[in-house]
């Protein structure tokens, strides 16, 4: 039975016999009638939130990676696509117009079509995410997915992807290559770029600072003082903007002792 409603047998009354009880409007009887107004008011509010009609999913598109730096991947990712979608179409622009089609899906006949001008890099899969292999800055943009579905209702999408410009690989300078123990040498990492990220490495790995370690200028310079032995090896500074990242030709130093 829907809702967990119980049927309540309902029974005329008896009217052959005259009632010969006086009506008495007491407490009780008060409290009763509101009661049971309470509960038929909560009942009412029940229904309503039960029988409420389901809302639509919202259609919408993802960018995975969130931000993409030239000569990568990315996908345009739809998620809740309409169960009964009949033809989705890709635009590179806001508009909805032929000219500016990216690429189309037709899901009768599951026909792809793709743009002869962008050389393939460019896929539409049957969920309607598309891929743009090897991005450009050129495909900097709005992109607007126009979908149908089986009553030829139309909604259009949007979403908006920047490509970056990769960092440039930085270089490392050090003041000396060979150090005796017990003195002090200076690494400095010359990124092209100001503003980013620098972390640095040893054997290929990231670096242990200790005591003897200090940074300074952004952390684009590393002192060590005094040097010990173990500190021989190989040094590296990797510089990062958020979507990309590039690593120094490695920097090798020797200790001596005296």
């Not at 001008?117 to 943009?141: C, E, M, P």
């Not at 992807?161 to 400095?188: I, M, N, R, W």
């Not at 670096?207 to 060590?224: A, E, G």
């Amino acid at each position: 039975m829907p809702l967990g409603l119980r049927t309540v047998e309902i029974r005329e009354k008896d009217t052959s016999r005259p009632d010969t009880r006086a009506a008495h409007w007491g407490p009780e009887t008060m409290e009763t009638s509101s009661l049971l107004l309470c509960k038929g008011l909560l009942l009412t509010a029940f229904l309503l939130t039960c029988w409420n009609a389901p809302t639509t999913a919202q259609l919408t598109i993802e960018l995975v990676p969130p931000m993409v730096a030239e000569g990568g991947n990315s996908v345009l990712f739809v998620h809740k696509m309409p169960l009964n979608v009949q033809a989705f179409y890709w635009y590179k622009q806001k508009d909805a117009t032929k000219s500016y089609e990216v690429a189309r899906y037709l899901t009768p006949d599951n026909t792809t079509s793709k743009m002869p001008q962008h050389s393939g890099r460019k896929t539409v899969f049957y969920s309607g995410s598309l891929l743009i292999r090897n991005v450009t800055q050129a495909d900097s943009g709005f992109y607007t997915l126009l979908t149908f579905n089986t009553e030829m209702q139309s909604e259009l999408t949007h979403v908006h992807l920047e490509v970056y410009k990769p960092v440039a690989q930085p270089t490392l300078q050090a003041d000396k290559t060979t150090v005796t123990e017990d003195g002090s040498v200076t690494l400095t990492c010359l990124p092209e770029n100001s503003g980013l990220s620098i972390r640095w490495l040893f054997n290929r790995q990231s670096l242990y600072f200790n005591s003897r370690m200090t940074l300074s200028q952004k952390n684009s310079q590393l002192v060590i003082d005094p040097v010990r032995m173990e500190d021989a090896g190989e040094y590296q500074c990797e510089v990062s903007n958020g979507y990309s990242s590039k690593t120094s030709p490695p920097a090798q130093m020797s200790v001596t002792s005296e």
